[in-house]
């Protein structure tokens, strides 16, 4: 089972930057598939990126294509969302998700942390 700890969020302008953090821990960690999900206010929860465990495996949502990229670092079990040229319609809590199976639907998540907030202002 892996424990997830979200940080990195905040308030940002439109066209600003933010780095979000994922710490995980539990067992094995870095085999685990790691997405990074976002639930809009008032929305469904949506994949923002995933990648696999080795990295060499990423999947973006068009919506993110070209703005924000997703990696890890196995050695200190930290997933990472570097997210630039930020819009308001980003605004959102943003959660790192765990899954045995590569896939981009959020029901093979099991594993959840709590979040973080990002609020973009115009």
């Known amino acids: 089972q892996a424990q997830l700890v979200e940080s990195g969020g905040g308030l940002v302008q439109a066209g600003g930057s933010l780095r979000l953090s994922c710490a995980a821990s539990g067992r094995t960690v870095s085999s685990y598939v790691m997405g990074w999900f976002r639930q809009p206010p008032g929305k469904e929860r949506e994949l923002v990126a995933r990648?696999?465990?080795?990295?060499?495996?990423?999947y973006y949502s068009d919506f993110v294509k070209g703005r924000f990229t997703i990696s890890r670092d196995n050695a200190k079990n930290t997933v990472y969302l570097q997210m630039n040229s930020l819009k308001p319609e980003d605004t959102a809590v943003y959660f790192c998700?765990?899954?045995?199976?590569?896939?981009?639907?959020?029901?093979?998540?099991?594993?959840w942390g709590q979040g973080t907030q990002v609020t973009v202002s115009s």
């Open positions: 990648t696999n465990w080795s990295g060499s495996n990423t």
């Open positions: 998700p765990a899954s045995t199976l590569l896939a981009n639907t959020r029901t093979v998540y099991p594993y």
